[in-house]
């Protein structure tokens, strides 16, 4: 009799960290999105502090070098499509995608699945978000 309660016990307790699997998946894929737009703000604002400084230099009377003009030009171009290719990946309209998809019981894509750490799973004092 004993030996079927124990067994009973293990099959009713054993399913319960899958409930709660689904959760933190979604939470990890939020929190992974989140950290993907916030690099991709700060590729896009590097193009913006770039054309800035440019700006300045030239309004307090000391002008750029052609060379360093070009350079610039071609470090902004570069930062900014990186930037854009990388807010667009990882969008809020995408990430709501793979999180209803998931929901809906789909898989997460694979290069979302391989972007998730260990830390994505976790939370944090960083992670409360105060209405």
Known sequence: M?????????LLVSPLPAFCQGRD??????????????SAKGLLSFSDSTAVKAYRAQRA?????TQDTRR?????TAFTIAGMLKASQYSVEEEAAVISRYNDGGSIPPAIRRKLKRKHFHRTAGDIVSP
Request: glycine content about 10%.
């Open 2 to 10: 004993r030996v079927f309660l124990l067994v009973g016990a293990l």
């Open 25 to 38: 998946t979604v939470f990890a894929v939020h929190k992974l999105f989140r950290e993907k737009r916030g």
């Open 61 to 65: 009377g000391s002008p750029i070098a």
């Open 72 to 76: 610039d030009a071609l470090a902004n």
